[in-house]
């Protein structure tokens, strides 16, 4: 158990230090910026105290917001994948999720990536809407959504199959 | 009461998520329209710190080229101060308005709307907000935040930053905004349609507000066109300088800044 824990801590400062130190700075295309960060929400442990999760994730999108100057934007869309990744998890991993068994490690590729896209694609919508925060640039919202999503996802299941311990 | 505290602990969950999401979309809103959260910025003392960490070693990487920028300021500035003939007394100094001190980009950004850059001077070397800040080839924005080692600066390439320039042939000033499009192009507004524009006429800053001198290059003339009302242009102009690889910078303090404020005080 304290492993565990110890895991999510040090998970919590590595991803922040590798967000704010090298995947902002990549600029792809000159604006697309993977968000490796949503590891630590993602494969955050499912057996957990829900209060625990919502706020340290709360915390991470605070800490980068402070970082890169953007006030709440990364808060907020953290915050909110948080609360509703349980309905996710459901809808993804379907009866094994129910019986709060599920190990993301030993989980379908297939699974994993529709659970990752899903809360991918809703956290960078929040984020790029709170980030241009004008209604009539929905295009420009919708766009940078779709293409930091796809970068964002290919990142993210990069480092999850590189760091998973796989029982072969 | 009682059964408003049932609700609170049986939906603890969802009261928590509403509290937090409101918390950070408040902050999102208060960094949108005023610059008010002192704590939370970039010039906080252990963020900027890790972000020293970093850029002293990103900072090898550019030697060569942060060498040979400086290398053409100075022989710029030799070829200057021979060909100009010494008529001012040596203590003029005294008499300088404005001094200018160096300092390091620890971050910056410019894919975000609102985008600023972290220096590593702060309080301790005597910097203030509302300082400007350039390189040697132009105009890169003001500080805003200052903390007792850092500062921040709101970068041109931001939609609160508003600069006041003029075009350097015709004189004609307005302000310098950016629509978020590209890193390199920032829109001159307000400029009467009766004004003959040519691409490629350089801007410059005018020297009204007490931040910039006047005769700052900021750039050339990229396009221009009509605005919804067809009386004022919109002015595309290109940088001179390449906002995404600043290092070296130069903060302009204005000795008269306290004089000058307390002028424009009394006015309102």
């Not at chain 1, 993602?42 to 991470?60: A, D, E, K, V």
């Given at each position: 158990m304290n492993n565990i824990i110890f895991l999510n801590i040090m998970r919590f400062f590595g991803l922040l230090l590798l967000q704010v130190l090298i995947c902002n700075n990549i600029n792809f295309m000159g604006y697309i910026n993977p968000h490796v960060y949503l590891l630590f929400i993602?494969?955050?442990?499912?057996?957990?105290?829900?209060?625990?999760?919502?706020?340290?994730?709360?915390?991470?999108g605070l800490i980068i917001d402070v970082f890169l100057d953007s006030g709440g934007t990364h808060a907020a869309a953290s915050v909110l994948i948080a609360y509703i990744r349980p309905l996710f998890l459901k809808f993804s991993f379907g009866a094994a999720y129910e019986y709060q068994t599920i190990k993301f490690s030993n989980t379908d590729f297939s699974q994993r990536f529709i659970?990752?896209?899903?809360?991918?694609?809703?956290?960078?919508?929040?984020?790029?809407?709170?980030?241009?925060?004008?209604?009539?640039?929905?295009?420009?919202?919708?766009?940078?959504t779709l293409y930091s999503s796809i970068f964002s996802l290919i990142i993210c299941l990069l480092f999850n199959s590189l760091f998973s311990k796989k029982q072969t | 009461m009682q059964q408003l505290f049932n609700f609170f602990i049986k939906n603890k969950t969802f009261v928590l998520f509403l509290l937090l999401f409101s918390i950070a979309v408040s902050l999102?809103?208060?960094s949108n329209e005023f610059h008010r959260s002192k704590l939370l910025n970039s010039s906080n003392h252990?963020?900027?710190?890790?972000?020293?960490?970093?850029?002293g070693v990103s900072q090898y990487f550019s030697l060569v080229e942060e060498n040979q920028l400086l290398l053409e300021e100075n022989s710029r500035l030799k070829s200057e101060g021979f060909n100009q003939k010494r008529n001012s007394p040596i203590d003029s100094i005294l008499e300088q308005t404005y001094s200018l001190s160096s300092a390091l980009v620890y971050k910056n950004s410019y894919t975000q709307p609102t985008n600023y850059l972290t220096l590593n001077k702060g309080l301790r070397d005597s910097v203030k907000e509302d300082y400007g800040v350039i390189t040697s080839k132009?105009?890169?924005?003001?500080i805003d935040k200052v903390s007792t080692k850092y500062s921040r600066v709101l970068s041109i390439l931001n939609t609160?930053?508003?600069?006041?320039?003029?075009?350097?042939k015709t004189k004609h000033f307005g302000t310098l905004t950016w629509d978020t499009k590209a890193a390199d192009i920032v829109q001159l507004k307000d400029i009467q349609d009766l004004v003959k524009l040519e691409i490629g006429?350089?801007?410059?800053?005018?020297g009204f507000s007490s931040i910039f001198p006047a005769n700052i290059p900021v750039g050339v003339v990229h396009s221009y066109r009509l605005n919804d009302t067809k009386d004022l242009y919109i002015i595309d102009v290109k940088?001179?300088?390449d906002m995404t690889n600043l290092e070296h910078v130069y903060i302009i303090k204005n000795r008269d800044i306290n004089e000058l404020e307390a002028l424009n005080e009394s006015d309102e």
């Open positions: 993602l494969l955050y442990p499912t057996s957990n105290n829900r209060l625990t999760f919502i706020f340290s994730s709360f915390l991470l659970y990752f896209l899903f809360l991918i694609i809703i956290h960078h919508f929040i984020l790029f809407s709170l980030v241009v925060f004008n209604k009539n640039e929905m295009l420009l919202i919708i766009k940078q | 999102t809103i208060q252990i963020i900027a710190s890790i972000y020293g960490v970093s850029s132009g105009i890169v924005g003001v609160n930053s508003k600069i006041n320039v003029k075009l350097k006429d350089s801007v410059i800053t005018s940088l001179f300088n």
